[in-house]
């Protein structure tokens, strides 16, 4: 892939809240990419959020935005189920591409869209923000630098209560709602981007209206564990506690988006606060860092990772009996 000279023009494909925290964020950047346009399914709804967000063009449809030549990356915020045919979509259509976590909904769907971007010679990324905010990446770097010496045990959690409202998004299954792909990817990214892909999982949980409501995974790989849990029902503590064989690192609540962590050794216990917040804008900035050097794939979340963390969802979603209209 060549890289990409000049200004990085931006779109954004969906007008719901979490695209209206991307484009509040986009503006934390600072350098000379630009929030050109946004899609949606109606010339309204477009229309508002260009206005609200200060952003110069709207289309009534993701096939326009796709078509305009002056848009060079996307930003792929629809509802899950979509995440498959719009990023292909975009890609054909010769966008580079950074879609919302989850990835998709299965490892087949990434790897239709992984196909794509081969094809079409585009980047594609992930949007799992937690990768790049500098608490979290802080506090895994600290770990990985040997500090609490071999991890042994990882405990995170990411439960929360959301409305009992089987149309809430989290709660419908056309929607591609669960606890799992929503919240428990982030404490599964987190044990993964630590000790890598496990050698064993097992899941257990509960069902209701057809989408996983609460699921606690046990992964384990030879000299380690953990125990992961998420929920839609429960006030959980969000927070991540790792345990190693010479010491521990808690990361606050909210783990995937803390400023400080913890880390405790025999000289005892050592608190860290990142001057830096959370925010969209640190994964968009190592987009336009991949942009600029043609590279077509992040190598702090590359493909492979974003894919097999999907395969492990599959994997707990069929031991939990999750199954979503649109897989075959």
Same mark, same amino acid.
């Given at each position: 892939?060549?890289?990409?000279?000049?200004?990085?023009?931006?779109?954004?494909?969906?007008?719901?809240?979490?695209?209206?925290?991307?484009?509040?964020?986009? $503006?934390?950047?600072?350098?000379?990419?630009? +929030?050109?346009?946004?899609?949606?399914?109606?010339?309204?709804?477009?229309?508002?959020?260009? =206005?609200?967000?200060?952003?110069?063009?709207?289309?009534?449809?993701?096939?326009?935005?796709?078509? %305009? @030549?002056?848009?060079?990356?996307?930003?792929?915020?629809?509802?899950?189920?979509?995440? #498959?045919?719009?990023?292909?979509?975009?890609?054909?259509?010769?966008?580079?591409? +950074?879609?919302?976590?989850?990835?998709?909904?299965?490892?087949?769907?990434?790897?239709?869209?992984?196909?794509?971007?081969? =094809?079409?010679? $585009?980047?594609?990324?992930?949007?799992?923000?937690? $990768?790049?905010? @500098?608490?979290?990446?802080?506090?895994?770097?600290?770990?990985?630098?040997?500090?609490?010496?071999?991890?042994?045990?990882?405990?995170?959690?990411?439960?929360? #209560?959301?409305?009992?409202? @089987?149309?809430?998004?989290?709660?419908?299954?056309?929607?591609?709602?669960?606890?799992?792909? %929503?919240?428990?990817?982030?404490?599964?990214?987190?044990?993964?981007?630590?000790?890598?892909?496990?050698?064993?999982?097992?899941?257990?949980?509960?069902?209701?209206?057809?989408?996983?409501?609460?699921?606690?995974?046990?992964?384990?790989? *030879?000299?380690?564990?953990?125990?992961?849990?998420?929920?839609?029902?429960? #006030?959980?503590?969000?927070?991540? +506690?790792?345990?190693? %064989?010479?010491?521990?690192?808690?990361?606050?609540?909210?783990?995937?988006?803390?400023?400080?962590?913890?880390?405790?050794?025999?000289?005892?216990?050592?608190? #860290?606060?990142?001057? %830096?917040?959370?925010?969209?804008?640190?994964?968009?900035?190592?987009?336009?860092?991949? +942009?600029?050097?043609?590279?077509?794939?992040?190598?702090?979340?590359?493909?492979?990772?974003?894919?097999?963390?999907?395969?492990?969802?599959?994997?707990?979603?069929?031991?939990?009996?999750?199954?979503? *209209?649109?897989?075959?």
């Amino acid at each position: 892939m060549d890289p990409l000279t000049g200004p990085i023009r931006w779109g954004i494909a969906a007008t719901g809240k979490i695209a209206g925290q991307f484009a509040t964020a986009f $503006r934390q950047l600072n350098d000379d990419s630009e +929030l050109v346009a946004v899609g949606s399914r109606t010339a309204e709804t477009a229309e508002r959020f260009a =206005a609200a967000h200060h952003i110069p063009t709207a289309y009534a449809s993701y096939q326009d935005l796709a078509e %305009d @030549p002056s848009v060079d990356a996307i930003y792929i915020a629809s509802l899950q189920p979509r995440h #498959v045919d719009d990023a292909v979509m975009f890609l054909n259509a010769g966008k580079h591409v +950074l879609v919302e976590k989850p990835m998709a909904l299965s490892a087949a769907e990434a790897d239709r869209m992984i196909d794509s971007a081969t =094809a079409n010679d $585009r980047f594609l990324m992930e949007a799992m923000w937690m $990768r790049f905010n @500098p608490g979290p990446r802080a506090a895994v770097n600290h770990i990985i630098s040997g500090s609490i010496g071999t991890v042994r045990s990882i405990t995170a959690d990411f439960s929360i #209560v959301v409305p009992d409202d @089987p149309n809430h998004r989290l709660r419908s299954q056309e929607k591609g709602g669960g606890s799992l792909l %929503d919240l428990g990817i982030y404490p599964l990214t987190l044990a993964w981007w630590l000790l890598g892909k496990p050698h064993e999982i097992t899941a257990e949980g509960t069902v209701d209206g057809g989408v996983d409501t609460h699921c606690r995974i046990v992964a384990s790989w *030879p000299d380690s564990s953990a125990t992961l849990t998420c929920g839609l029902n429960t #006030v959980g503590p969000l927070h991540a +506690l790792i345990e190693g %064989d010479r010491g521990t690192v808690t990361i606050d609540a909210p783990f995937h988006a803390a400023s400080t962590f913890t880390w405790t050794d025999a000289e005892g216990r050592h608190d #860290v606060v990142s001057t %830096d917040g959370s925010s969209l804008h640190y994964q968009v900035m190592e987009v336009n860092r991949c +942009l600029a050097a043609g590279q077509q794939q992040s190598v702090e979340n590359p493909w492979t990772t974003s894919r097999d963390i999907l395969a492990a969802c599959d994997h707990i979603r069929t031991a939990l009996g999750v199954r979503y *209209p649109t897989e075959p």
